[in-house]
């Protein structure tokens, strides 16, 4: 194991689920105040993105568009989310078998999205379709 590089303190007030990092962003999940953060690599916030549609934000994957597919824990579903627009659209929802996604992974070749949910020891493998400009550009 390596040497720790740096430690990371970030000023805002962020309950941490999840995060991922893309680029020159990190992508913070906050399910205790609904929302993401995107912070710099020193901690400084560059945005937030809320919506009604995404409560309890937990697991998340990026897209190589800088799109995210997150999870509502407790809003159950999968939300697409432009971080340039701040854009969402709802992916699946309980209607489509999702309960309680926390965690997920999404697979380019076959656009396979793995989805873990909460409290079950089931991962649900879905054939997600996208717009090829959503996958790509």
Do not use: W
Not at 87 to 92: D, M, N, S, V
């Amino acid at each position: 194991m390596g040497q720790l590089d740096k430690t990371i303190t970030y000023e805002v007030n962020i309950s941490v689920c999840r995060f991922v990092v893309f680029g020159d962003s990190m992508y913070v999940s906050d399910d205790n105040n609904n929302m993401l953060s995107a912070l710099t690599p020193s901690g400084e916030l560059l945005r937030t993105f809320c919506t009604p549609d995404l409560i309890s934000p937990c697991g998340m994957t990026v897209l190589v568009t800088r799109q995210l597919i997150v999870c509502g824990r407790n809003s159950t579903n999968l939300v697409l989310l432009n971080t340039n627009t701040g854009e969402t659209r709802k992916l699946y929802g309980e209607l489509g078998g999702i309960n309680k996604p926390s965690t997920l992974c999404f697979k380019l070749e076959g656009s396979k999205l793995f989805v873990l949910p909460d409290c079950y020891n089931v991962i649900s493998v879905r054939h997600v379709i996208l717009d090829a400009d959503e996958l790509t550009h």
